[in-house]
């Protein structure tokens, strides 16, 4: 009975890791597909690749090559908080952990040195892998966090990191499409950043008790229902004796 009611706890947290991991796959995944492989743009790629389109170079397509990052941001913050919730295994918890740090590092540039990262144009990607990167030791302090709170975050980031790249995206993909003289469809890395992150900030959106207090009700129902109190038993057993 205790398994099983471990089982159902664990769930709703395991739901939020595959969710997680469709959403990672989508951002390494590809974009805009295309037969030759060095013409595929995955989604890592576009945060560098939009900056060299003439209209989004000279402002005519407002966009923010950095909302390409947050589908990564989201990914390792949720590894991260994922990584201190005590419902979890400790060895789902181990690589949740040791995820975090390559999806935050996967936001350098291409050909990184200290001095280009001093530039004012990587500012906002140093301070983001910086930040995700400063959860990590914080585990000893966000593993007291509540679960709805961390749902929350998770959710939060999720949300944009579905809406924000998808709409950027689909404002360039024209561009791109002209520039390779072919239409091209949505690539299935698209599509898994795009529902794996809605599938992740639905889960933890999702209404009922948080998994951390369906595990306390859960250990409290396992331990069974009070019996019958012990003078009140000895009276019953000595009414039947006489």
Known sequence: MRNAARRRVISPWLLLIIASLIAAAG?????????????????VDLGEYVKFLPEVASGQIPIR???????????????SLLASRRALPMWARAVLAMCAAPLALAMLP?????AVLRLPEFRVQVIAILGCLALLPALVVTRFL??????????????????APAWSFLQVQP?????????LPLGWGFWASLVGNLALATIALAPGPAPGRAMRSSAAAGMGAPGPAPGRAMRCTGTLTT
């Open 27 to 43: 951002v390494f995944g590809p974009w805009t597909p295309h037969p030759a492989a060095g013409l595929v743009i995955t989604g």
């Open 65 to 79: 090559r950095e909302l390409f990052y947050l589908p990564l941001v989201a990914a390792s913050v949720s590894a």
């Open 110 to 114: 291409p050909a990184w040195s200290p």
């Open 146 to 163: 509540p679960d709805r709170l961390v749902l929350g975050i998770i959710a939060l980031l999720a949300l944009a990191a579905a809406v």
């Open 175 to 183: 561009l791109i499409a002209a520039l390779y003289r072919r239409p």
